[in-house]
């Protein structure tokens, strides 16, 4: 499969190189691989005589989850538009990839510090919308550069060219079942590792010899310590060292804090490493608060380094403290730090203030009134009661209400997680909305906030009108902002609260509102956009959706956020299918959104 490129890609110019587009193939091959493939089928292909019982087993453990790919574009705006013309995100995050790193550095005899690989991970929709990634490798090759010889190398071979499949409710017995399996049908082991960053171990093979896909090595990932397995694995021993490079295939962390897998060691000291690296989980929140609040980000460059003591001047700090909050924010992979001193990385410019989507809001957020509220967790877990009632003594939509300043923090934390809403535009409710004929259809966003959602959507549906139902302040704050937008004239404002749900429109919205709340106050929410909805309306509710296999999710971590601070909870689709039953509405499907988000759609019943 090829991507859907702009003609520069199609017919190379003269500053395209042949190189450049068979990048651009290659990556459009990846993107279109993993939006096709069933598991099943792939399965099946992947290990050739793999049928009958024996697949359907591997099929209801296995979820095929990315496919890898190594590219060489010539600086990063040249690999943000090879993403883009292949139909993927292009401000997906960058980070260093350690261990494609360290391996091409070995295969071609180069210094690692020359090498300056990237990995991303732009998602995709598989074929009924389950959520998957394209696992981006990319080494910079600038033109005139010595590392030619590598890329033309490295893409002949596709040494890091592999498919992965994640593994459902992992324990010991069936990742022996399911490597046996692999073994048995001709794979063979290449490798693994365990990242205790994100307590997830991966397991690579060689993919036996008829295998019917592009790809030679396989990748299953399971989440938590499984070790001793991984050491069966790699023919050792169980208890002997397992370090970064054992093995060819040490996972890159998929989380802008990862740093180096640690090795393993006996259980007793295992376990003790792992729970103190848990137990500092706070220090990563109050690092990242106080980089956002010395503007360090504005203070420091991606391309060139600069040193302590001038950081400290232009930010007014102690120049030997925050060498020290330096070297842990490099740690955490925020900044990078080099012969010429500090760079920031592209998960530090995120907390840069006039960045897109600036996630520095959120984190002055979460290392603020949110962290206080978490020291009373254990008040919250005793008594049900939120901890951020127990120490502010009201709820925190109150507190923020009586406090501008903090309010508008709070109002612009909500727009940092901006990537959750970029699919929401494009959900068949709303095109088909847009694209109705007749009279123009109209979206209401209830509780919207600043217009973030809505702005998105009638800039994707030109032909839409939106009303943006909130409380009075956040109604001002978002009638400034999308005026000094092309949407402002398609928009209407109403101050007001859930009962004032206006009747006889055509798309309803509520984003990240019902998680704030117990089911009983959810129940009245809904029954009021039950009662304005004409019979042929639709409701999209966003959310992210508690797992029911027991998997890793930010829905879980954020199940106790809500808990903590507003009272509310994430929940299951089933529980929220009954809400909307208890409400008069029918949940009629749901989809996939980034950072772990859903779509959920229903009808009047």
Known sequence: MHCDHSPSFAMPTPAMTASAVDDAERLGAA???????DTAVLLSRVLPGLDGP???????????????????????????????????????????SVVVRDRLAGRH??????????????AVQGPDGEYRVVEVFALTVPPGSGLFGIANDERRADHEAHLAFDVARPDPLLLRGLLASFERHGAAAD????????????????????????????????????????AEHLGRPVGERIDRQ?????????????AQASPAQPDGYQAAETLLRLLTGAWTTQALATCGQLRLPEAMDRDTGIGAAELARAVGADTRSLATLLRYLAMLGVVSEGPDGFRLTDVGALLEAEAPSSMRPLALMYGGPFYQS???LTHAVRTGQPGFEHLFGENHFDHFARDPELRALFDRSMTSSAPLFEAVPAHPVLTAAATAPGRARTVVDIAGGTGELLGRILSAHPTLHGVLLELPHALAAARARLARTEVGARCGYLAGDFADVPPGNDVYILSRVLHDWDDERCRSILRHCADAMPRDADLLVVERLLPTDGTASLAVAWDLHMMCNTGGRERTVDHYARLFEDSGLVLVGHSPLALGAHTLHARRG
Do not use: M, W
Request: proline fraction near 10%.
């Open 109 to 122: 005899h180069r210094d690692a510090a020359d090498l300056d690989v990237r990995i991303l991970r732009p």
């Open 31 to 37: 993107a279109g691989f993993v939006r096709e493939q």
């Open 246 to 258: 054992a093995g060819a295939g040490q996972p890159d962390s998929p989380r802008p804090s990862s």
């Open 54 to 96: 024996e697949l359907r087993a591997l099929t209801d453990r296995c979820r095929f989850a990315h496919a890898a790919v190594l590219v060489f574009p010539p600086d990063e705006q040249a690999l943000r538009r090879q993403l883009a013309a292949c139909g993927l995100p292009a401000d997906v995050p960058a980070q260093p």
């Open 374 to 376: 978490f020291a009373h």
């Open 191 to 230: 490798g693994g590792g365990y990242n205790p960053h994100e307590d997830g171990t991966v397991f690579y093979f060689t993919a036996p010899s008829g295998t019917k896909t592009p790809y030679g090595r396989v990748e299953l990932y399971a989440s938590g310590d499984h070790r001793d397995v991984l």
